[in-house]
């Protein structure tokens, strides 16, 4: 069964930055589009950023200029690099594929920017 684990949030002023980890237990990034979605409380989970198994990227426009999204199959990992953050990227972080996959849900990574 595959799992997704996500890594990396914790407690960042604004402006500061953070680097977020997605591991998968099995190899399912060859081949799937793979995403960073967040949950802010009180609100539904939006979508954040993709990454094609071609490396081609998009991101949503809350996030364009501050957010990069990486993969590395090899490693079985996508990577999201926060740039320039704000109190409204205050959210739990989840990966998982795009369209998202019910079943790779996993327990998310807490972000918190607040000074």
């Known amino acids: 069964q595959v799992q997704l684990v996500e890594s990396g949030g914790g407690l960042v002023q604004p402006g500061g930055s953070l680097r977020l980890s997605c591991a998968a237990s099995?190899?399912?990034?060859?081949?799937?589009?793979m995403g960073w979605y967040r949950q802010a409380p009180g609100k539904q989970r939006e979508w954040v950023a993709l990454?094609?198994?071609?490396?081609?990227?998009k991101y949503a426009d809350s996030v364009k200029g501050r957010f990069t999204i990486s993969r590395d199959n090899a490693k079985n990992t996508v990577y999201l690099q926060m740039s320039s953050l704000k109190p409204e990227d205050t959210a739990v972080y989840y990966c998982?594929?795009?369209?998202?996959?019910?079943?790779?849900w996993g327990q998310g990574t807490q972000v918190t920017v607040s000074a």
């Open positions: 099995r190899s399912i990034f060859n081949g799937y589009i």
């Open positions: 990454i094609g198994s071609n490396s081609v990227t």
């Open positions: 998982n594929t795009v369209p998202s996959t019910d079943a790779f």
